[in-house]
């Protein structure tokens, strides 16, 4: 469930959830939320308030997590993971350090490290065997293709919602994939196509030109595709993108 503990719109998810686990077994369902921890500037301390708060508002509506995975820049104090274990009624094993990384990626190492897997498979009473070398691979790819590629390809994505960083994610994160899986290095820059020429698309070694809605910035497309064409440079239509070619 997205959003933040305590808002409206949340209100009727939240009650859903705790209506599916009285339905179908506290032991067939598992309730992990998600926090942050933040460390104020100047201060040098992290503040475990507004944890403590959240917990507490999901508790009153009935929700009691499993799993507290705190969202920090740094890994968790003892004093802070103490505190959080007594005001929040959970083991201190079960907070989990979410903490910044360079890729994504490294995410799920992170927790199979810390025995996430092992405490949902305990809980849900499952069998779980994480791929984790696989990813492993994958992530050390990534990383050393990130920090010193082999090779490095520019691709240019051509949208009407490009002012908007998180519009065309999915298709970042893919190429992120392809990369690795391709040993080197791909930088996605994401082009306006309500305000694209020619020459904003000559540095590029591929073009993609997503879907989208509505008239705007269908002739900016447009002219990303038959530069595209016209110049033999790899295109990829989705959606839209490929009714347009």
């Known amino acids: 469930i997205g959003g933040t503990v305590g808002d409206m719109e949340n209100?009727?998810?939240?009650?859903?959830?705790?209506?599916?686990?009285?339905e179908i077994g506290s032991g067939n369902i598992s309730f992990i939320h998600l926090t942050y921890v933040p460390s104020p500037a100047g201060i040098n301390e992290q503040k475990s308030k507004p944890t403590q708060q959240s917990v507490k508002t999901l508790n009153k509506?009935?929700?009691f997590p499993d799993l507290i995975i705190a969202r920090s820049s740094q890994v968790l104090t003892d004093q802070i993971r103490k505190k959080v274990a007594m005001f929040c009624n959970v083991e201190s094993t079960s907070i989990i350090d979410n903490v910044d990384v360079s890729t994504i990626y490294e995410i799920p190492i992170s927790f199979y490290k810390q025995g996430v897997h092992e405490i949902l498979s305990s809980k849900l009473n499952?069998?779980?065997?994480?791929?984790?070398?696989?990813?492993?691979?994958?992530?050390?790819?990534?990383?050393?293709?990130?920090?010193?590629p082999k090779k490095i390809i520019n691709i240019a994505v051509c949208g009407k919602y490009a002012e908007l960083d998180d519009s065309y994610a999915s298709i970042r994160e893919s190429l992120v994939h392809v990369a690795a899986h391709l040993d080197l290095l791909i930088k996605s820059t994401l082009i306006d196509s309500n305000?694209?020429?020619?020459?904003?698309?000559?540095?590029?070694?591929?073009?993609?030109?997503?879907?989208?809605?509505?008239?705007?910035?269908?002739e900016?497309?447009?002219?990303?595709i038959k530069y595209a064409r016209e110049n033999n440079i790899p295109f990829l239509g989705i959606c839209l993108g490929l009714q347009l070619a």
């Open 220 to 224: 900016g497309k447009i002219m990303a």
């Open 126 to 148: 499952i069998k779980v065997d994480p791929k984790i070398e696989e990813l492993s691979k994958l992530v050390g790819v990534i990383k050393s293709n990130f920090f010193a």
């Open 11 to 22: 209100i009727l998810f939240i009650e859903t959830v705790r209506q599916i686990r009285q």
């Open 61 to 63: 509506a009935g929700i």
């Open 195 to 218: 305000d694209l020429n020619e020459s904003c698309l000559k540095k590029f070694d591929g073009i993609i030109v997503p879907g989208g809605f509505g008239g705007k910035g269908y």
